[in-house]
């Protein structure tokens, strides 16, 4: 299941999750934001269960902004489990 979702409060612009029937990330892709930053985000959670991604990521903050690319890309995740 691939799911989109329209970050809040960052400079990415969207964020589209790719999840198997097992909750894990099969693949994950960024628009806009810091190029380097959210492909190497997406790297490192290939593989990974959609509730660890969400744990490790959950709650980190971009200068002072009360979330970050990585914060949005766990709510985009637990949404996601949500539906699939």
């Known amino acids: 299941m691939t799911y989109n979702y329209t970050p809040r409060g960052v400079c990415s ?5 790719e ?6 990330i099969k693949d994950c892709r960024f628009i ?7 492909t190497g ?5 290939k ?3 959609a509730d660890e991604a969400i744990e490790k990521l ?11 690319c990585p914060d949005q890309l766990s709510i985009a ?3 996601a489990v949500e539906r699939n």
Do not use: E, K, P, Y
């Open 13 to 17: 612009r969207g964020i589209s999750v």
């Open 19 to 24: 999840l198997d029937d097992n909750n894990i």
């Open 32 to 38: 806009g934001g810091c190029m380097g930053n959210t």
């Open 41 to 45: 985000i997406c790297a490192l959670v």
């Open 47 to 49: 593989g990974m269960s």
């Open 58 to 68: 959950s709650g980190i903050d971009c200068g002072g902004r009360g979330t970050s």
């Open 77 to 79: 995740l637990r949404q």
